[in-house]
T-cell receptor
Framework: GAVVSQHPSWVICKSGTSVKIECRSL??????MFWYRQFPKQSLMLMAT?????????EQGVEKDKFLINHASLTLSTLTVTSAHPEDSSFYIC???????????????FGDGTRLSIL | DQQVKQNSPSLSVQEGRISILNCDYT??????FLWYKKYPAEGPTFLIS?????DKNEDGRFTVFLNKSAKHLSLHIVPSQPGDSAVYFC???????????FGGGTRVLVKP
């Protein structure tokens, strides 16, 4: 099956630093990648959708200047949490989809997530 | 406004019996539905999906039923196994947008 790799899996850093999370599709070309956020015991909330070579589309309430998304190639998307603060601590998960599979982006395949802790 | 709801936060079932997970949605534009299984600190794993042109899809021990008129879908796992213990999320998408809207999840515990 399709494999999506997310790195790092866990990061702890001081308030005010920026953190970059990578999401790679290992065995397919992902035309679209999605970034989600999950708080403890809650569901996954979509933050943004990124298509290769174009600007990401952010969901309502998500600060695009805070969460910078780059999708430079069909196999790599990055999420940078800029000037992170304790309230940004969460579990961030990426997923990837490809129109080549069925003409539909589903099913999306997910990375294993990044647990971000801001002190 | 929660467009996808899983009203049962948890479910406990005996090994070998059937697990039935339910999901309701409000957006009539949704036309593709998926179930994912998730362990703590891991990403969701795709289980099974169904498009709105069908009312049933089966894959091994997993069967998804869709009732469009009721805006309701369910996942049946039979027989349930201890390894099935996890959180299950239903998700829905509109073909044009393709972004997923997730339900709140149901934690399943299969007792040996």
């Amino acid at each position: 099956g399709a494999v999506v790799s997310q790195h790092p899996s866990w990061v702890i850093c001081k308030s005010g630093t920026s953190v970059k999370i990578e999401c790679r599709s290992l065995d397919f070309q992902a035309t679209t990648m999605f970034w989600y956020r999950q708080f403890p015991k809650q569901s996954l909330m979509l933050m943004a959708t990124s298509n290769e070579g174009s600007k990401a589309t952010y969901e309502q309430g998500v600060e695009k200047d805070k969460f910078l998304i780059n999708h430079a190639s069909l196999t790599l998307s990055t999420l940078t949490v800029t000037s992170a603060h304790p309230e940004d601590s969460s579990f961030y998960i990426c997923s990837a989809g490809s129109l080549k599979w069925t003409g539909n982006l589903q099913p999306q395949h997910f990375g294993d997530g990044t647990r971000l802790s801001i002190l | 406004d929660q467009q996808v709801k899983q009203n049962s936060p948890s479910l406990s079932v005996q090994e070998g019996r059937i697990s039935i997970l339910n999901c309701d949605y409000t957006n009539s534009m949704f036309d593709y539905f998926l179930w994912y299984k998730k362990y703590p600190a891991e990403g969701p794993t795709f289980l099974i999906s169904i498009s709105s042109i069908k009312d049933k899809n089966e894959d091994g021990r997993f069967t998804v039923f869709l009732n469009k008129s009721a805006k309701h879908l369910s996942l049946h796992i039979v027989p349930s196994q201890p390894g099935d213990s996890a959180v299950y999320f239903c998700a829905a998408s509109v073909a044009a947008g393709n972004k997923l809207t997730f339900g709140g999840g149901t934690r399943v515990l299969v007792k040996p």
